[in-house]
Each structure stands twice: as structure tokens, then as C-alpha cells.
């Protein structure tokens, strides 16, 4: 079965430092999805990556997902206090049909020190 | 536009007593459902998942059971809580069709037994 891993599981950085997140597939992504969590809150939609070499922008976090569509990766620049969190990847099924359930992978907790 | 709810927002109960917790959707129609627990911050474990009216899957073997006896009300529900049902409770819910799968998620509810 399709699993996916995140890599760093936590991160500390101060303000202002850029950071990456990965989310890597055993199997080929069809549609990735990058989420939000705020501890104690649900999960905030941030953006979805369909095609091979695809990337989207929301502020200042940057999405991309590999050409062979195994990795994707989140990008934030200039980090804040505000992007501090968990993110979490969740991967779509491989077939089509009714089956919308979600692959997750286990967060990566971000903190951004002042 | 559309709005998921969940309630309570926070939970204790002792072992042995019932449990309903309720998720309803606004602002679309027959949509995918899904109930998910939350351990440690992270790792998002579904539990049932619900494409209409009645129709339940269930993912994992456990005390616990759902219900949908609306199109946009989905209900978690166990007739005697367990020490280990203790967690973050996620509603989330998806289009029923089209190509994209992104889930929304509600604001969770946190039940601690005692």
C-alpha cells in the first residue's frame, strides 16, 4: 500500500529563515495535498499539486511536486511566528471512482522562534 | 460558501458512558463525509468514511460507530467509552464528484476519559 513520509518530523528556525518541508511517496502522487494545523484546531487547507512538475505560491509558501510525481516539497520564505504549526501531506487515491479517501503523512511540526 | 461545524468542541467523560459527537456541513450538497482521530498533534487515523445517506464504511476495528442520517450530518457515537478513545476528533468532508479530493476539515472536538 501507498504510505507517505515526512521529513523533518520537527523544525525550529528563527524569524526571518527560509525552510523546506518534503513529503515522499512510495508510488506516484495523484494529487498531493498540503495542509495546516494549528495545535487544537482543525486543518487548514493550503494548496493541491496535480502535474508533474507543478508549482502554486500562497504568500510566502511555495509548493512543488517532482516530475515523477514520487515528492513534493513546501517551501516557506522569510518565516514568521504566523506559519508556525503542523503540516501534514495528504496523497489522493491512485484510481478513480468513488474512493476520496486520503493518504496521510505524520506532520512535520514547525516552530519559528522571534 | 461552504462551512463544516462540529460539537462539542471539548469533551470528558468517564469510562463507560456513552458518546455522540456531531459534524454537520453547509453550503453544498451529497458530499463526501469522513470521521478521523488525532493522536499526539498529529497523524490523522480515519475511522469511517461516508459517500451518502446511510451508506458507512468503516476503516478500522474499534468501540466506536457512525451514522448519517441526513446528507450533510454525520455522527460519531459509542455506547461505552474505552480509556484508549481518548484523542482529537477531525470531521472533514470532500466534493462527492469531480477530479479533486481536497477534504475541509471542522474545528475538532478533544474528548479526554477518565
Known amino acids: 500500500s501507498q504510505e507517505l513520509e515526512q521529513s523533518p518530523q520537527s523544525l525550529i528556525v528563527q524569524e526571518g529563515k527560509n525552510l523546506t518541508i518534503n513529503c515522499t511517496s512510495s508510488?506516484?502522487?495523484?494529487?498531493l495535498y498540503w495542509y495546516k494545523q494549528k495545535y487544537g484546531e482543525g486543518l487548514i487547507f493550503l494548496m493541491m499539486?496535480?502535474?508533474g512538475g507543478e508549482e502554486k505560491s500562497h504568500e510566502k509558501i511555495t509548493a512543488k511536486l517532482d516530475e515523477k510525481k514520487q515528492q513534493s516539497s513546501l517551501h516557506i520564505t522569510a518565516s514568521q511566528p504566523s506559519h508556525a504549526g503542523i503540516y501534514l501531506c495528504?496523497?489522493?487515491?491512485?484510481?478513480?471512482?468513488?474512493?476520496?479517501?486520503?493518504?496521510w503523512g505524520l506532520g512535520t511540526s514547525l516552530a519559528v522562534n522571534p | 460558501s461552504q462551512t463544516i461545524h462540529q460539537w462539542p468542541a471539548t469533551l470528558v467523560q468517564p469510562v463507560g458512558s456513552p458518546l455522540s459527537l456531531e459534524c454537520t456541513v453547509e453550503?453544498?450538497?451529497?458530499?463526501?463525509l469522513y470521521w478521523y482521530r488525532q493522536a499526539a498533534g498529529r497523524g490523522l487515523q480515519l475511522l469511517f468514511y461516508?459517500?451518502?445517506?446511510?451508506?458507512i464504511s468503516s476503516e478500522v476495528p474499534q468501540n466506536l460507530s457512525a451514522s448519517r442520517p441526513q446528507d450533510r450530518q454525520f455522527i460519531l457515537s459509542s455506547k461505552k467509552l474505552l480509556l484508549s478513545d481518548s484523542g482529537f476528533y477531525l470531521c472533514?468532508?470532500?466534493?462527492?464528484?469531480?477530479?479533486?479530493?481536497?477534504?475541509?476539515f471542522g474545528p475538532g472536538t478533544r474528548l479526554t476519559v477518565l
Open positions: 472533514a468532508w470532500s466534493h462527492g464528484q469531480g477530479v479533486f479530493h481536497e477534504q475541509f
Open positions: 453550503g453544498t450538497s451529497n458530499p463526501n
Open positions: 461516508s459517500v451518502g445517506i446511510g451508506q
Open positions: 508510488k506516484t502522487l495523484y494529487g
Open positions: 499539486l496535480q502535474k
Open positions: 495528504g496523497a489522493g487515491p491512485s484510481n478513480a471512482g468513488n474512493n476520496r479517501k486520503l493518504i
